[in-house]
């Protein structure tokens, strides 16, 4: 997706951390900053990192003073990245804040101490601060929209659709894909069907 915005007259720039999102104790061999075709992408190191939930990043507002971003986009909210952002925010009222979520019921809030310490208490407590800096939030599927207010009690007016697209290269045969579907939902053959991936 980033090379594809990179194309329409935008710079765009990649933050992430110096260690692998699945497991933090795997580094990165690349160094701290380096282009991947016209997208930058700059890895920065954590000022601490706890149970790889909670964790901020080194230099992350003096990466973004010399950056001088239009927009942002963070992925996934519950983050206490949010308070870094915002303070960049404050200080940069022309950038334009965005943010998605992806939590659901079938994905997160599963058991006791999930649903009720880390998204009741802990995510709440820091949406609750930080929704009112950001422009626009994302929702990835309805249930994220229902799971997000119910745990987070944003307002749903604070929330839009984010239709995920798929890599059009991997949809070879997307007319048998879309026939199979209708054929084992007993769908009309001529319904019209929007589809995400």
Sequence with gaps: ITKKQATKNCNVTVISSLSSIVDYKVKYLKKHSYNEGSVKIIRLD????LF???FIYKKLNKTLKELN????????MQS????????????NPQCTLYSDFHADFTIS????????????????????????????MYYTRP?????????????LSKF?????????????DKKSITLKFKTENRISLDTVLLGTG
């Design 109 to 136: 809030g599963t058991n006791f101490l999930s649903k009720y310490f880390l998204h009741k208490f802990i995510w709440r407590n820091l949406l609750k601060i930080s929704y009112k800096y950001f422009d626009e």
């Design 80 to 91: 206490l990245i949010t308070f870094q952002l915002i303070k960049y925010k404050i200080n």
């Design 46 to 49: 954590f000022v601490f990192n």
């Design 69 to 76: 971003p239009d927009i942002i986009m963070l992925h996934g």
């Design 160 to 172: 839009f659709p984010l239709y995920l697209g798929a890599e059009y290269p991997v949809i070879k």
């Design 143 to 155: 249930s994220v929209k229902n799971f997000s207010h119910l745990m987070y009690k944003i307002p």
């Design 52 to 54: 790889n939930r909670f």
